[in-house]
C-alpha cells in the first residue's frame, strides 16, 4: 500500500513539474526496444550515426545553410532536408560517406532555402497524424514503422514485410496535407 502512495505522489509530481512527458516518452522508447527486430547493438550504431550526421550538419562550413534530418536503420542512412547549394550538399554527402558504420546513403536533400517554423510545425502536425492513424491500424499491431515528414513529403522507412509496407503507404496516402508518401523500407520476407 505504501509503495502504491508514493507511486501515485511521484507520479502527481511529474506533472507538475513537468516531467510527465519524459516519463512517457522512456515507456514508449521502452516498448519501441521491445519491438524493434535489430540488436541493441544495431540500434546504438543506428543512433550513433545520426547523432554524428546530424552533429556535423550544425557545424561550418554547413551551419545556417542547410537543414538536414539523418535516419539509420541497419546502417542504411537517408539524408532528408534542404541545402541552400549543390556544392555544399557534395561537400556534406561526401563527409558523410567517410563515416565509419554508413554501409549505403540515400540523399533526398532538396536544393533550397531551409523550410520555416511554420513548414517545420505543420511537418510535425502531420508525422504525429500519420502516426496516430499507424497506430490506430490493426493489422500494424506490433510493426514498427518511422515516420519522417519534411516539406508535406512523408517517409516511411523500417524492417517490414510487403504487406505491412503497403497497408502502412496507404494508410499515410489518405493523411490529409500529404504532399507524397516515399517508402524506404527494408523488407523481412
Known amino acids: 500500500m505504501k509503495t502504491l502512495r508514493l507511486f501515485a505522489v511521484v507520479a502527481m509530481l511529474m506533472t507538475l513539474s513537468g516531467c510527465a512527458g519524459l516519463f512517457i516518452a522512456g515507456a514508449a522508447t521502452t516498448v519501441n526496444?521491445?519491438?524493434d527486430p535489430r540488436t541493441t547493438q544495431e540500434i546504438w550504431r543506428d543512433?550513433?550515426?545520426q547523432l554524428e550526421i546530424t552533429?556535423?550538419?550544425?557545424?561550418?562550413?554547413?551551419?545556417?545553410?542547410?537543414?538536414?534530418?539523418?535516419?539509420s536503420y541497419r546502417g542504411?542512412?537517408?539524408?532528408?532536408?534542404?541545402?541552400?547549394?549543390?556544392?555544399?550538399?557534395?561537400q556534406f554527402i561526401a563527409q558523410v560517406q567517410q563515416i565509419k558504420g554508413v554501409k549505403e546513403l540515400h540523399n533526398q536533400v532538396n536544393i533550397k532555402a531551409p523550410l520555416s517554423l511554420g513548414e517545420v510545425s505543420n511537418d510535425s502536425w502531420i508525422t504525429t497524424k500519420v502516426k496516430s492513424a499507424l497506430l490506430a491500424k490493426s493489422e500494424l499491431n506490433g510493426v514498427k514503422v518511422s515516420v519522417i515528414t519534411e516539406d508535406r513529403e512523408v517517409?516511411?522507412?523500417?524492417?517490414?514485410?510487403?504487406?505491412?509496407?503497403?497497408?502502412?503507404?496507404?494508410?499515410?496516402?489518405n493523411i490529409s496535407g500529404v504532399?507524397?508518401?516515399?517508402?524506404?523500407?527494408?523488407?523481412?520476407d
Open 33 to 35: 526496444i521491445a519491438t
Open 155 to 173: 517517409y516511411l522507412l523500417g524492417y517490414v514485410s510487403r504487406e505491412h509496407a503497403n497497408i502502412a503507404t496507404e494508410v499515410a496516402r
Open 55 to 71: 552533429g556535423l550538419s550544425n557545424k561550418a562550413p554547413y551551419q545556417n545553410q542547410m537543414r538536414i534530418t539523418a535516419n
Open 76 to 90: 542504411t542512412v537517408i539524408l532528408i532536408g534542404q541545402s541552400r547549394t549543390t556544392e555544399l550538399l557534395e
Open 179 to 188: 504532399k507524397q508518401v516515399i517508402r524506404a523500407f527494408q523488407y523481412a
Open 47 to 49: 543512433s550513433n550515426l
